[in-house]
């Protein structure tokens, strides 16, 4: 890369740096897992630094890299070693005073990673159901049907946990 253009990359990236750490651990849950996806986004753009700087909005273009880079993760053979015999217990939640957006986000981080995906892009970042689909690639169709079902988890596992839900949630 060009001095030039590789000041562009480093000024891009510092400043989309908050924002992309709050999609991925939206997207997986946990902060060192979040911090480690990111790391790959962004090294995937400085290789395709020239081209991806050339897309229309490039906010969305690094967005949708890091998303595909999450679903897509579970393919690849580093995704399946195991670095413990079990599975670590997740953070205890205190059911006495917690916010409600704890309880949620716990129980999103159980819904399956494509529904999740659906959710936190529709909802969490207000995206519309055909910009998400150019995001996952895939149709309005799968969208709409995702957030049903990944819904219909979150709902499930709501649940089964007690929490009440607003009137509005209904």
């Not at 891009?12 to 790391?39: F, K, M, N, S, W």
């Amino acid at each position: 890369m060009r001095d030039a253009s590789e000041r562009e990359y480093v000024d891009y990236v510092t400043g989309r740096i908050p924002a992309l750490r709050r999609l991925a651990y939206l997207l997986v849950g946990d902060e060192h897992r979040a911090d480690d996806l990111v790391q790959q986004t962004i090294t995937t753009l400085y290789v395709k630094w020239k081209r991806a700087r050339a897309a229309d909005h490039l906010d969305a273009y690094v967005r949708t890299m890091l998303v595909r880079t999450h679903l897509d993760e579970r393919r690849l053979a580093w995704a399946r070693v195991q670095l413990f015999h079990k599975v670590p217990d997740p953070d205890p939640i205190e059911e006495h005073g917690i916010e409600d957006r704890q309880i949620i986000r716990a129980e999103l981080a159980r819904v399956p990673r494509r529904q999740r995906a659906v959710l936190v892009l529709r909802f969490c970042y207000d995206l519309p159901v055909d910009e998400v689909a150019t995001i996952l690639g895939c149709s309005a169709g799968t969208v709409k049907s995702q957030t049903s079902r990944g819904l219909a988890t979150l709902r499930r596992l709501l649940d089964e946990r007690g929490f009440v839900r607003h009137p509005a949630m209904n």
